[in-house]
């Protein structure tokens, strides 16, 4: 999927946003015009007359659907306000330790951390449904900040690793495309529709077990009513499940494409899906019914023959990742044995292991590959991320794993290179724990061995572990960070990228998830912040030339047609507060709008025809901020 199919798939999950509005709303309409109808005829039944249209009646039904719905929607979104995490408890998941000793939990998290280090996304909370022995999982969560993957038992115990890896990759797909935040709110509406039944249930249990003495009147007449919204509640299962079928089925389609690209193993995904068709993937949790379009597969039994389904037929899904599975599955005694008969498609047929080659992207100008690679990590990249991990000393890989040793090693990539300036930053720590600063110093010897492009990663690598400290814990890191990195009354643009993902990615108690705005800015209407990060970006290459600086903004003010009228801002005007500003605003602006933005930083870093550390790690950093994530940067041909 390139670059513009990333931005355009984001403008495609906000406008099926708009589409799940007007699906909710002729939902409420309909189950609304039932209820009043089941009013109208209880109340004929028991005050007698004949039936008519009462607006009263009509009024006071609409405000209480409006109510009890719209209610259960806040509910269920509030309760899952935190992010996936949250989502993967609901159905029943437990927590992967930083540092399984179950050799499947380790292959899991070894593969998301992988997908998530090639791809530019801090490592998400990785849960296992062990109750579940259907192959199925998910991906939840609000934006890739609060992202969570979930996978089964079953999931870890029937696949190997090349298909394992790549329905890691399919549910990667859903955390870059704007997908899990689609999915979550469809959990909120589609609990606010089903509660009517519920709420019928409740009145028919609690009335319908009184003496048969009260049921006369008005309670007759509620436990009457009750049933009626049970049986209007099971319209709004069949509401529901349209608007999940509408959501869903192209994005699966989607992201099984994506999953090849990521892997360049067709074989791996199409093995899990042809191992589904064989087995089940349904889940036994009884929330499964209003989390089924979140899901890898289909976790509920097919209603009406699938019309409804939120998922596409298995067999059709492996015939697009393996074309002439159909044919194959024709000769063959099991969906398994077909995908393993059908040949690679043409440009696969080289695959050895788990991961080919990757053909080479066309050389040419370096934006235009950083761009193209937005939401698109390759198997090179996937390579690479591996090759990384392995080139770790184990020591640091240790330290990523465990919240105590992972506090000390962020703080460590801070400290300077210069001896003096780096006792000065050590004596800025808010903690005289001995111990501590020990480990903070053997970590910087540690750091200072490894190789410039792979401390951004080990921050990203470090996340899930920083995110398991107490909240006062978390605290103290985020103080001594930004107090470490001011020390100088400068901010790297390194720093700045540590510090801002840091931040982003470590949230307090009680600090919500950002989630993206349901009305994005025009770029237009943020010209004035795009110059300060233009202007930011021009200066860190520079390194003080002015003239350079104005050539490298001029360069990103061409690509993104700002304002003739403007020129590269004063260092003054480029400071810490001002681009924290400025970058929190930009990330209001619409998916292409994101695209054009970053074309233009990119242009402006490149200027000087190369892209070096601190303007890879600066737009790597800007790129996680607006949730666009810049696959592991490798070398880049010139400008």
């Not at 991906?139 to 790549?166: F, H």
């Not at 930083?601 to 790129?623: I, N």
């Given at each position: 999927?390139?670059?513009?199919?990333?931005?355009?798939?984001?403008?495609?999950?906000?406008?099926?946003?708009?589409?799940?509005?007007?699906?909710?709303?002729?939902?409420?309409?309909?189950?609304?015009?039932?209820?009043?109808?089941?009013?109208?005829?209880?109340?004929?039944?028991?005050?007698?007359?004949?039936?008519?249209?009462?607006?009263?009646?009509?009024?006071?039904?609409?405000?209480?659907?409006?109510?009890?719905?719209?209610?259960?929607?806040?509910?269920?979104?509030?309760?899952?306000?935190?992010?996936?995490?949250?989502?993967?408890?609901?159905?029943?998941?437990?927590?992967?330790?930083?540092?399984?000793?179950?050799?499947?939990?380790?292959?899991?998290?070894?593969?998301?951390?992988?997908?998530?280090?090639?791809?530019?996304?801090?490592?998400?909370?990785?849960y296992v449904l062990d109750g579940e022995e259907?192959?199925?999982?998910?991906?939840?969560?609000?934006?890739?900040?609060?992202?969570?993957?979930?996978?089964?038992?079953?999931?870890?115990?029937?696949?190997?690793?090349?298909?394992?890896?790549?329905?890691?990759?399919?549910?990667?797909?859903?955390?870059?495309?704007?997908?899990?935040?689609?999915?979550?709110?469809?959990?909120?509406?589609?609990?606010?529709?089903?509660?009517?039944?519920?709420?019928?249930?409740?009145?028919?249990?609690?009335?319908?077990?009184?003496?048969?003495?009260?049921?006369?009147?008005?309670?007759?007449?509620?436990?009457?009513?009750?049933?009626?919204?049970?049986?209007?509640?099971?319209?709004?299962?069949?509401?529901?499940?349209?608007?999940?079928?509408?959501?869903?089925?192209?994005?699966?389609?989607?992201?099984?494409?994506?999953?090849?690209?990521?892997?360049?193993?067709?074989?791996?995904?199409?093995?899990?899906?042809?191992?589904?068709?064989?087995?089940?993937?349904?889940?036994?949790?009884?929330?499964?019914?209003?989390?089924?379009?979140?899901?890898?597969?289909?976790?509920?039994?097919?209603?009406?023959?699938?019309?409804?389904?939120?998922?596409?037929?298995?067999?059709?899904?492996?015939?697009?990742?393996?074309?002439?599975?159909?044919?194959?599955?024709?000769?063959?005694?099991?969906?398994?044995?077909?995908?393993?008969?059908?040949?690679?498609?043409?440009?696969?047929?080289?695959?050895?292991?788990?991961?080919?080659?990757?053909?080479?992207?066309?050389?040419?100008?370096?934006?235009?590959?950083?761009?193209?690679?937005?939401?698109?990590?390759?198997?090179?990249?996937?390579?690479?991320?591996?090759?990384?991990?392995?080139?770790?000393?184990?020591?640091?890989?240790?330290?990523?794993?465990?919240?105590?040793?992972?506090?000390?090693?962020?703080?460590?990539?801070?400290?300077?290179?210069?001896?003096?300036?780096?006792?000065?930053?050590?004596?800025?720590?808010?903690?005289?724990?001995?111990?501590?600063?020990?480990?903070?110093?053997?970590?910087?010897?540690?750091?200072?061995?490894?190789?410039?492009?792979?401390?951004?990663?080990?921050?990203?690598?470090?996340?899930?572990?920083?995110?398991?400290?107490?909240?006062?814990?978390?605290?103290?890191?985020?103080?001594?960070?930004?107090?470490?990195?001011?020390?100088?009354?400068?901010?790297?643009?390194?720093?700045?990228?540590?510090?801002?993902?840091?931040?982003?990615?470590?949230?307090?108690?009680?600090?919500?998830?950002?989630?993206?705005?349901?009305?994005?800015?025009?770029?237009?209407?943020?010209?004035?912040?795009?110059?300060?990060?233009?202007?930011?970006l021009a200066r860190a290459g520079a390194h003080?030339?002015?003239?350079?600086?104005?050539?490298?903004?001029?360069?990103?003010?061409?690509?993104?047609?700002?304002?003739?009228?403007?020129?590269?801002?004063?260092?003054?005007?480029?400071?810490?507060?001002?681009?924290?500003?400025?970058?929190?605003?930009l990330a209001e602006v619409s998916p292409l709008?994101?695209?054009?933005?970053?074309?233009?930083?990119?242009?402006?870093?490149?200027?000087?025809?190369?892209?070096?550390?601190?303007?890879?790690?600066?737009?790597?950093?800007?790129?996680?901020?607006?949730?666009?994530?810049?696959?592991?940067?490798?070398?880049?041909?010139?400008?």
């Amino acid at each position: 999927m390139s670059g513009m199919d990333f931005f355009g798939h984001q403008d495609s999950a906000r406008r099926a946003s708009s589409r799940l509005v007007w699906l909710f709303a002729l939902a409420v309409i309909g189950i609304t015009g039932c209820i009043y109808v089941v009013a109208q005829l209880v109340f004929v039944a028991t005050e007698g007359g004949s039936f008519r249209f009462d607006l009263n009646i009509l009024l006071a039904v609409t405000a209480g659907t409006l109510a009890i719905i719209g209610g259960a929607m806040l509910f269920k979104t509030a309760q899952l306000r935190s992010g996936g995490g949250k989502v993967a408890q609901m159905l029943g998941g437990t927590e992967v330790p930083l540092d399984p000793q179950d050799p499947q939990e380790r292959m899991l998290r070894n593969l998301v951390e992988e997908m998530a280090i090639a791809s530019g996304v801090p490592v998400p909370e990785i849960y296992v449904l062990d109750g579940e022995e259907g192959i199925n999982a998910f991906a939840a969560g609000w934006s890739p900040a609060d992202a969570a993957v979930a996978v089964t038992r079953g999931c870890l115990q029937q696949l190997n690793r090349d298909e394992l890896q790549g329905v890691i990759a399919h549910e990667f797909s859903h955390v870059f495309h704007g997908d899990m935040r689609l999915n979550i709110r469809l959990m909120g509406v589609l609990f606010g529709i089903v509660c009517i039944a519920t709420i019928g249930r409740i009145l028919v249990r609690v009335l319908g077990r009184s003496r048969s003495s009260d049921k006369k009147g008005g309670a007759a007449a509620i436990v009457i009513f009750g049933i009626g919204l049970i049986v209007i509640g099971y319209l709004g299962v069949l509401f529901a499940r349209i608007i999940q079928a509408a959501v869903s089925r192209q994005r699966e389609y989607l992201a099984d494409a994506s999953a090849v690209q990521y892997t360049r193993n067709p074989r791996g995904i199409g093995m899990a899906l042809a191992k589904i068709g064989g087995l089940t993937s349904r889940l036994q949790t009884p929330h499964a019914e209003e989390a089924s379009h979140m899901m890898f597969a289909d976790g509920v039994s097919r209603f009406l023959g699938g019309a409804f389904a939120t998922h596409p037929p298995v067999q059709q899904r492996v015939e697009r990742v393996l074309p002439g599975f159909s044919a194959q599955l024709a000769t063959s005694p099991s969906m398994l044995e077909a995908a393993a008969a059908t040949p690679l498609p043409p440009g696969f047929a080289a695959l050895t292991g788990n991961v080919a080659t990757a053909a080479p992207k066309p050389r040419g100008i370096a934006t235009k590959c950083l761009i193209a690679s937005i939401g698109d990590p390759q198997a090179d990249h996937v390579e690479a991320a591996r090759e990384l991990l392995h080139s770790l000393p184990m020591d640091l890989a240790a330290a990523t794993h465990e919240p105590a040793r992972a506090k000390a090693l962020i703080t460590a990539i801070v400290l300077d290179r210069d001896p003096a300036r780096r006792e000065a930053q050590l004596r800025l720590l808010t903690t005289t724990d001995a111990p501590f600063v020990h480990e903070v110093r053997a970590c910087f010897q540690a750091v200072a061995r490894v190789d410039r492009r792979a401390r951004l990663p080990l921050v990203e690598l470090a996340m899930p572990a920083l995110r398991a400290l107490p909240t006062g814990e978390r605290t103290t890191l985020r103080t001594n960070l930004r107090a470490l990195a001011l020390a100088d009354g400068e901010l790297s643009p390194f720093e700045f990228a540590l510090l801002r993902t840091v931040e982003r990615h470590v949230r307090l108690d009680g600090e919500p998830p950002r989630r993206p705005s349901s009305r994005p800015a025009a770029l237009i209407d943020r010209a004035n912040e795009a110059a300060v990060v233009l202007s930011t970006l021009a200066r860190a290459g520079a390194h003080g030339d002015e003239a350079r600086a104005a050539s490298a903004f001029a360069r990103g003010h061409t690509a993104l047609a700002l304002p003739s009228t403007m020129t590269v801002l004063p260092s003054e005007r480029c400071r810490i507060t001002a681009l924290e500003a400025a970058v929190e605003a930009l990330a209001e602006v619409s998916p292409l709008g994101k695209r054009n933005l970053l074309t233009a930083c990119a242009e402006a870093a490149a200027d000087d025809g190369v892209l070096d550390a601190d303007e890879q790690d600066l737009l790597r950093a800007l790129a996680i901020l607006w949730d666009c994530p810049v696959p592991l940067v490798r070398a880049l041909p010139a400008a």
